[in-house]
T-cell receptor, first 115, second 116 residues
Framework: EAGVAQSPRYKIIEKRQSVAFWCNPI?????LYWYQQILGQGPKLLIQ????????DSQLPKDRFSAERLKGVDSTLKIQPAKLEDSAVYLC?????????????FGPGTRLTVL | AQSVTQPDIHITVSEGASLELRCNYS??????LFWYVQSPGQGLQLLLK??????LVQGIKGFEAEFKRSQSSFNLRKPSVHWSDAAEYFC??????????????FGQGTTLQVKP
């Protein structure tokens, strides 16, 4: 079974530029999560999708971050414009149903450096 | 609000020695509890999880964890550490009930270094 795929693996941009990350979840998983992991911290949920609808985006900085999951499969996360404090690893995860006992399967992440 | 505390930022143990990583959570009811491991440059891998029943949970790679409600703890243990266990370990809590969306709150992580 293929795991969660993410691209690119690394990205370096200058502040005020825009960037986009892509995620393809495990086939058949209804729920997709985007997490932000700042160096030295645990992952923090940015947004959760159930199929192509948003379940939770309470911690997404909506003035600069946006995400979509068209057709309920793969997803993109965009930052525009980027700030220095956006430097982090962006992790995508998926789970079968999106309930508390479900296991979340994580992709390898995209490491973003904002200069 | 839910929270997770991992008191030890960095732990060093000798290969073959036993290991215990601490995790304390704050939640108003019985939570779902998880331990994940993250190797450098990789995503998180689930080691084990607790959601009901036996409070001693067995996981992969020889790890186990014990849920202690009275202490609000879910400590991870391994009787004999291997060099390949060097990684970062995260404890996480999820919600039951009406807030049961699968959202996880992670601790800040514990970095494990293994000495030869």
């Amino acid at each position: 079974e293929a795991g969660v795929a993410q691209s690119p693996r690394y990205k370096i941009i200058e502040k005020r530029q825009s960037v986009a990350f892509w995620c393809n979840p495990i086939s058949g998983h209804a729920t997709l999560y985007w997490y932000q992991q700042i160096l030295g911290q645990g992952p923090k949920l940015l947004i959760q999708f159930q199929n192509n609808g948003v379940v939770d985006d309470s911690q997404l900085p909506k003035d600069r971050f946006s995400a979509e999951r068209l057709k309920g499969v793969d997803s993109t996360l965009k930052i525009q414009p980027a700030k220095l404090e956006d430097s982090a690893v962006y992790l995508c995860a998926s789970s079968l149903r999106g309930v508390g006992a479900d296991t979340q399967y994580f992709g390898p992440g995209t490491r973003l450096t904002v200069l | 609000a839910q929270s997770v505390t991992q008191p030890d930022i960095h732990i060093t143990v000798s290969e073959g020695a036993s290991l215990e990583l601490r995790c304390n959570y704050s939640y108003g009811a019985t939570p779902y509890l998880f331990w994940y491991v993250q190797s450098p440059g990789q995503g998180l891998q689930l080691l084990l999880k607790y959601f009901s029943g036996d409070t001693l949970v067995q996981g992969i790679k020889g790890f186990e964890a014990e849920f202690k409600r009275s202490q609000s703890s879910f400590n991870l243990r391994k009787p004999s550490v291997h060099w390949s266990d060097a990684a970062e370990y995260f404890c996480a809590v999820g919600a039951h009930g009406s807030g049961n969306t699968g959202k996880l709150i992670f601790g800040q992580g514990t970095t494990l270094q293994v000495k030869p």
